[in-house]
């Protein structure tokens, strides 16, 4: 599956714990991508333990778009390398976000370390990080890759009207309307489905074939 991504890392950019910053990420444009993995450049310090947590937060409100718990901070490695969390349902985002890593155990020298570049690699994007509230540092980036898949199509297209005056519409699936099934002159309506079987007639009178939807 196709890639989104960041991945210069040379420079550990800020440590997750209790008591101090607890996200980390960064802030870009997804637009109408399936994303179903996140990946990020972390390790942990010391002994910190706790949940480990991959989200994409809104960045007009900071809610949730999707979130995976990657497991216990005590099971990062102490060196850094790429960690991946795959979402168990994954949604199309279409906006601005805020990708990251998030961890809210530990203590000091106990923590949950993230990694990016400290200068402005990728145009229109930028690094973040989160105590009481979101804030930009600096022109960094944090070090991610993102996986996503193709948009599964929502609407078909099928002519309504009566035989003489029919025009081409596009229609949600599962939506009220309905398209013609079956053999002249005994055709019946019947509402369409994204996986169903039913062929509906193309093209224009007299030299209609019938194609799938």
């Known amino acids: 599956m196709p ?3 960041q991945t210069q890392n040379s420079v ?7 008591g101090s910053y607890t996200r980390a990420g960064q802030r870009l444009t997804i637009s109408d ?14 002994t910190a333990t ?32 790429w960690q991946e969390a795959t979402f168990d349902t994954p949604l199309t985002v279409n906006e601005e976000v805020r990708i990251s890593a998030e961890f809210s155990g ?6 949950v370390q993230v990694a990016g570049a400290t ?5 229109g994007e930028h690094f973040e990080w989160y105590k009481s509230g979101w804030a930009k540092p600096a022109e960094w980036d944090f070090a991610y890759i993102y996986t996503y898949g193709e948009v599964a199509e ?12 029919w025009g081409w519409k596009k229609c949600g699936y599962g939506g009220a309307e309905k398209c013609p099934v079956g053999a002249e002159p005994s055709w019946a309506w019947q509402a369409p489905t994204s996986e169903g079987p039913s062929k509906t007639p193309q093209g224009g009178p007299p030299s209609f074939i019938w194609g799938s939807e």
């Open 106 to 111: 530990g203590s000091s020298g106990n923590e």
């Open 154 to 165: 929502t609407t078909y297209n099928t002519k309504v009207g009566s035989p003489t005056h």
């Open 50 to 81: 706790g949940p480990v947590t991959f989200t994409i937060r809104r960045v007009s409100d900071d809610g949730i778009v999707n979130s995976k718990g990657w497991g216990d901070a005590g099971d990062l490695p102490t060196d850094f390398a």
């Open 12 to 18: 550990g950019l800020c440590n997750l714990r209790s």
């Open 33 to 46: 991508r399936l994303v179903t993995k996140l990946a990020f450049y972390i390790k942990r310090t010391g």
């Open 3 to 5: 890639t989104e991504e």
């Open 119 to 123: 200068s402005d690699v990728k145009g």
